[in-house]
């Protein structure tokens, strides 16, 4: 049997360590001239395990679409009644789905620091030109400051419809407890799904998710047609995706929504059509 010295087996694992460190800085190195920068990648086992926490379930509560047959409309559970307020950051060009809460009787409150005013009116809307984020300025402000400051005596349940571009985890994560009890539904788009792979972000996003579904269960998926699904070892993930949620306390049974997609969904865009992946569903095997 060969023996091979344990001062030789230290000098093979050294040399082994600089050679690591030295591909590494030399790759990195490269990356920087394309001004591009590596990080850890997301084990796929962790990618999959957010995207099955995250299966909608149907409940005894129908789906209903509100808003336009496209962007700016989504599904939400027929479960609107006594909800008082609308709270929508993000008021683009479309504001349909707001006109619908309005016409149900929702005081709506609408936030966007990039625009002058909503493109609809209505006598129940209610705009303010901030954006809204972790901290409150001149420019922004935050969710729970929002809320207490548009119906201060209010404790009766409300209605979240979120598209900020990429602000939303930052947004969710420092929302209060007690605000995020109160939004019994909850429709947010989520956007660069597709950086999942990139381990720091998918912490960030974990955290998100995490933070809802401890009050909430998603109960519709609806995947953003604008941008392709990336496909990485086999699992499909689109970059942007509107989730519906609902207050667990609304719901008294429920089971893994098993086919996609839902009847009353339509595409954002005319670009090409394409299905909520299978594995972001409780889908049945062929």
């Not at 395990?49 to 209903?64: D, G, N, V």
């Amino acid at each position: 049997m060969l023996l091979i010295p344990m001062g030789e087996i230290r000098a093979s694992g050294i040399l082994l360590i600089l050679m690591k460190r030295i591909i590494e800085h030399f790759l990195t190195r490269c990356l920087f001239k394309l001004n591009r920068f590596p990080v850890r990648m997301t084990p796929i086992g962790d990618i999959r395990s957010l995207a099955k926490s995250l299966h909608p379930q149907h409940t005894e509560k129908e789906l209903i679409r509100l808003g336009p047959k496209g962007d700016g409309g989504y599904l939400v559970p027929n479960d609107l009644e006594g909800i008082c307020a609308c709270f929508s950051p993000g008021v683009g060009l479309e504001s349909g789905f707001e006109k619908d809460c309005a016409e149900l009787g929702m005081n709506v409150f609408l936030a966007d620091n990039s625009v002058d005013q909503s493109t609809v009116e209505h006598r129940l809307f209610n705009f303010t030109q901030k954006f809204v984020g972790v901290t409150s300025n001149d420019n922004y402000m935050t969710l729970d400051n929002w809320v207490r400051s548009s119906i201060p005596d209010s404790t009766e349940d409300l209605l979240l419809q979120m598209d900020i571009e990429g602000a939303e985890y930052e947004v969710l994560m420092s929302a209060s407890e007690n605000l995020m009890q109160r939004f019994r539904v909850m429709i947010v788009e989520f956007h660069n799904l597709e950086q999942l792979w990139n381990t720091p972000f998918f912490h960030l996003v974990r955290r998100s998710f995490d933070k809802i579904l401890q009050t909430h269960s998603c109960v519709h998926i609806h995947p953003n047609n604008n941008s392709e699904t990336l496909t990485v070892r086999g699992l499909e993930i689109p970059p942007t995706m509107e989730f519906t949620f609902l207050r667990k306390d609304r719901m008294r049974r429920s089971s893994g929504v098993a086919e996609f997609p839902n009847q009353l969904d339509y595409d954002n865009s005319d670009l090409p059509h394409f299905s909520l992946p299978n594995c972001w569903y409780a889908a049945r095997s062929t």
